[in-house]
């Protein structure tokens, strides 16, 4: 029998006491901890194995009533919920602008991609891929008409529909704008409609804004084909008539909208353009298409929302955009080689609400695995000594566990997020290694030990074994712990889970698996069968097989190979190799975070992230500037200065537009203001009277949506009291952190340098993965660095000595600049889920380093013969210790899962480089500079 990751902790708690002559204040307070504990345990166990009924009853209620808190259960799916930190200045403004003025606005986008998309063909499908969104119609009567944003269509007033209703109205309106001479030297149709808004203001002026048409806030190629604000039946037949010829005429000499009558820059909705010598595009790989919605937010409100969707969302919304994600996945009708990748408002929150649990034939498929594992590790070969039914009983107790842990955090209110879906691997690893810990103490009892009565035997097991995985749970509770207080939401609850996973499967362990052991070795005891307990075997011989430990050989011999002075030689190089490949590792080492990664590869949304990140890079983050409550109009100066100030940074921003500097250029150009009048102590009855007119003329139009007011902006009134308004502007495309950091924070630089009153704000959806890019690498490394310290000091206690306490630490900070290094070679980035399975790095691989050292000090003789008798008596527990962890992720392997390729990535480094540091390196160490032997009195044999 060979023992896992923790059975060499029995060597901590029960082979030693330190004799009281050679006593220091470290040794004296080990003493006190590990003699109370091992009373205490002494007692426990005996109580488990007098009662195993009782106490598995007991367990299973605890775990029934503790999984009453799934009832409270609730899978977080919302990024910004997830990843941002909670005192984030993206977090805060998103939740004021969520209270307040939360968006009606929906996102819906197709992206199609093929060699060249420029055919006709091409064009015929986005126009009955057009159709189908119009003409869906669903049983509560929703239409795109009904659920679209809608935009005007500018159409300035056209001089006979003037006359016309100047003739019928003749009565009622002054002559004085029939001057002829207006109309004398006609202007463009832009100068047209900005004199009509300021001459015939606000009669005739308004009525004719008033029956202005509008059309579904749409855009795409089609655009091009459309007319005079339609989408008509000469706009099909055009299409279906189209030739190659024409089509690259429209892209390349046409920039009209047909729908919205303005200017249009199509290029945009292309990627991966092909141009020839004379500059015109001939070709291109993908184009997009997209449709804003415009939900009403007061059925929202009304309907209480739906769960795990952030925002209030309209049930009708969502029934329509679930319906508009079935036409959009419809390719029946695509010419060959056209490929297409949807990204619906609800695609994010119904896809990652699907796969948040995970993957459960990973699950099922690890479990099975680690059964076949603990079956053959636990007892022998033969019919009678086999323990599987004590296998599942641990494997079991690793389930309980998790029932307590989800239960109990769902009842306190964490929620459950992607990570989580780790959290059975975990708690597998490190249930199965507590298991062989309990059955290897049994196993290594006293000849005289085991002629004791079957309760006293299972005291002593429970004497040694309990206190050695009190020590190794210690210490993982503590690396969580640590996490437990991060910023970063996600991790905090992942990290709360894992501890409270941990004690319950300690618990569970200690008592629901040692209950079932003591009815497992009372059938052993009576010779009975141990698949069948009716059979008894009254004459039974193990098989010479059975009784044969292979790996103490295997590691005597590694041992012996170690204490080589060349061997030792190159042990050191290769060590020092593999540090420089990781500092180098850690120095390229990339500090980048996207939510997107957590959706499963092969998924419609996660192919549109990569379209869109493949063929339209080339555009950056969109921002906003928000103000609220802020003086209008006696800051208009100070939001000039603000926009003078974000257009003198053209290395990080671009496209900055303003509804201030377009409303003094329109007020002060059209006379509406008296000549030299200070804009900033203008009366506010004429400022609220000129915005209004700026905002229905043609140059201000656009910047209606730019407001939200107390009442209805009506043309002809005072605008009323602003709530909010806003101005935007773009980044330019970044490289990374080392960019769109420094960018992000110099536009909330120049807002505080602003100093405008109000609340006033950046935001743009890039910032949330900005935000947290800023703070995770410091939040990795002083996580990691209390982690190490806090594990330092918990070693110590338990290890009594300085120089082997800090030989360890040494070599778990080897493994983690190795796991870092070789983490960017594997393309890892530092994110959420890397800094997560960081942290859990360091309470495994501290078990590797700490129970070898250990045994170093108690072994006797000189270095090198002490190196040997610790590798053949420990080596192999500290091996199946790596070897059981590595069994429990193994399976992630296959995964598309960020989540799950992030933790098998990791994990792997951490077994591989720790069961190097622990069983190649620190014997070499420990063989030239470790530390003496320590004074003991051995009081049991050698448990392995």
């Known amino acids: 029998f060979t023992s896992t990751r923790d059975a060499q902790a029995v060597v901590m708690a029960s082979e030693v006491k330190p004799e009281a002559k050679a006593q220091g204040p470290l040794v004296r307070l080990k003493t006190t901890i590990v003699g109370g504990l091992e009373s205490m345990f002494t007692w426990y166990g005996e109580l488990v194995a007098r009662n195993p009924w009782k106490t598995i009853a007991l367990c299973v209620a605890v775990t029934g009533l503790c999984g009453l808190g799934l009832l409270r259960f609730r899978a977080e799916n919302e990024g910004i919920k997830l990843w941002i930190p909670r005192n984030s200045d993206f977090r805060r403004n998103n939740d004021w602008l969520f209270e307040n003025f939360p968006r009606g606005i929906r996102f819906n986008s197709l992206i199609l991609a093929r060699d060249n998309v420029l055919v006709p063909e091409v064009v015929q499908a986005m126009w009955e891929i057009r159709k189908g969104v119009a003409n869906i119609k669903n049983e509560n009567n929703d239409t795109w008409e009904r659920m679209c944003f809608r935009r005007p269509v500018i159409k300035p007033p056209s001089v006979t529909d003037i006359f016309g209703r100047r003739k019928r109205q003749a009565d009622d309106w002054n002559d004085d704008w029939e001057n002829d001479d207006f109309f004398e030297t006609p202007p463009d149709s832009g100068d047209l409609g900005n004199e009509l808004s300021v001459t015939f203001y606000p009669e005739p002026y308004c009525t004719v804004v008033e029956i202005m048409p509008t059309a579904c806030f749409e855009s795409s190629l089609l655009e091009l084909w459309a007319n005079d604000g339609e989408y008509d039946k000469q706009t099909e037949e055009d299409i279906f008539n189209l030739t190659q010829e024409k089509l690259l005429d429209k892209v390349n000499n046409v920039n009209k909208s047909g729908v919205f009558l303005v200017p249009t820059d199509f290029t945009k ?77 609800r695609s994010f929150g119904d896809i990652a609400g699907s796969t948040i649990l995970g993957d459960i034939g990973f699950f099922g498929a690890g479990y099975v695995l680690m059964f076949c594992y603990a079956s053959f590790m636990l007892g022998r070969v033969n019919c009678l000594e086999h323990r599987a039914m004590l296998a599942v009983a641990g494997i079991m107790g690793v389930v309980m566990g998790i029932i ?18 780790v959290m059975p691997f975990l708690m597998l690893g490190i249930g199965i290694d507590d298991m062989f810990v309990i059955v290897q103490s049994w196993e290594t009892l006293s000849p005289q030990q085991k002629t004791e009565s079957l309760v006293s035997r299972f005291g002593q097991t429970m004497r040694h074994a309990g206190a050695a995985i009190s020590v190794t749970s210690i210490t993982d509770v503590v690396a969580f712990g640590v996490g437990g207080f991060t910023i970063l939401p996600a991790l905090h609850s992942f990290c709360i889970y894992a501890s409270v996973g941990i004690i319950a499967t300690f618990i569970f362990q200690s008592t629901f698996f040692v209950a079932w052991f003591s009815l497992d070795q009372r059938r052993l005891e009576d010779n009975r069968n141990a698949f069948c307990c009716c059979v008894v075997h009254n004459e039974h011989e193990p098989n010479s097989y059975s009784q044969k430990n292979i790996m103490q050989s295997v590691f005597h011999g590694l041992g012996k190979l170690l204490t080589i002075p060349g061997v030792k030689v190159v042990v050191l190089l290769l060590t020092g190799t593999l540090l420089g490949v990781g500092i180098w590792g850690n120095a390229l080492l990339r500090q980048e975070f996207d939510p ?19 063929y339209f890079p080339t555009e950056g983050e969109a921002g906003t500037i928000y103000f609220s409550n802020t003086h209008l109009p006696e800051e208009i100066g100070k939001i000039e200065g603000l926009v003078s100030a974000l257009e003198s940074k053209p290395e990080i921003l671009q496209d900055v537009d303003s ?20 804009l900033e102590s203008l009366n506010k009855t004429v400022f609220r009277k000129t915005l209004t007119q700026f905002l229905f003329s043609p140059p201000g139009t656009v910047y209606r949506n730019s407001f939200q007011f107390g009442s209805e902006l009506q043309c002809g009134e005072d605008a009323p009291d602003i709530l909010l308004f806003k101005l935007t502007y773009s980044h330019r495309l970044f490289s990374g952190p080392e960019e769109h950091v420094p960018a992000m924070n110099a536009v909330k630089d120049a807002i505080t340098k602003s100093n405008v009153s109000g609340r006033v704000f950046p935001y743009a959806y890039g910032y949330a993965a900005w935000e947290t890019d800023e703070v995770i690498a410091e939040e990795v490394y002083r996580n990691i660095v209390v982690a190490v310290v806090c594990v330092f000091f918990t070693t110590l206690l338990f290890i009594c000595n300085l120089r082997g306490a800090l030989i360890i630490i040494g070599c778990v900070l080897l493994t983690l600049v190795n796991v870092g290094g070789f983490m960017h070679f594997w393309g890892l980035t530092i994110d959420t889920v890397s800094c997560n399975n960081l942290i859990i790095a360091i309470g495994l691989c501290v078990d590797y380093s700490a129970h070898v050292t250990h045994r170093f000090l108690v072994e006797k003789g000189t270095k090198n013969q002490r190196i040997v008798s610790t590798m053949q008596n420990i080596g192999p527990a500290v091996f199946n210790g790596g070897f ?26 951490v077994v591989t480089f720790g069961l190097f540091h622990g069983l190649i390196l620190l014997p070499v160490v420990l063989s030239l500079i470790g530390p003496g032997e320590q004074l003991v009195s051995i009081i049991t044999d050698q448990i392995i």
Request: with cysteine.
């Open 884 to 909: 059981s962890t590595f069994l429990a992720f193994i399976l992630l392997a296959g995964s598309k899962s960020h989540v799950f390729t992030s933790f098998f990535k990791i994990f792997f480094l």
């Open 659 to 678: 509804w201030t500097s377009k409303y003094l250029d329109y007020v002060t150009t059209n006379n509406l203001v008296e000549l030299g009048t200070n």
């Open 269 to 345: 909705y292309l990627g991966g353009i092909e141009y020839d010598e004379q500059r015109r595009i001939i070709g291109a790989q993908a184009t997009t298409m997209r449709w804003f919605g415009n939900m009403n937010m007061t059925a929202a409100k009304l309907s209480g929302g739906v769960e795990g969707r952030g925002e209030p969302v309209d049930p009708h919304m969502l029934h329509f955009e679930e319906d508009m994600i079935s036409v959009l996945l419809n390719t029946t009708f695509y010419p060959p080689g056209l490929e297409s990748a949807p990204n619906v408002a």
């Open 596 to 614: 997107a990664w957590f959706l499963p590869p092969g998924t419609y949304l996660a192919t549109w992230f990569d379209y869109n990140k493949l």
């Open 404 to 421: 307590v842990s989800y239960g109990v955090c769902s009842a306190a209110g964490l929620f459950y997020g992607p990570m989580h879906s």
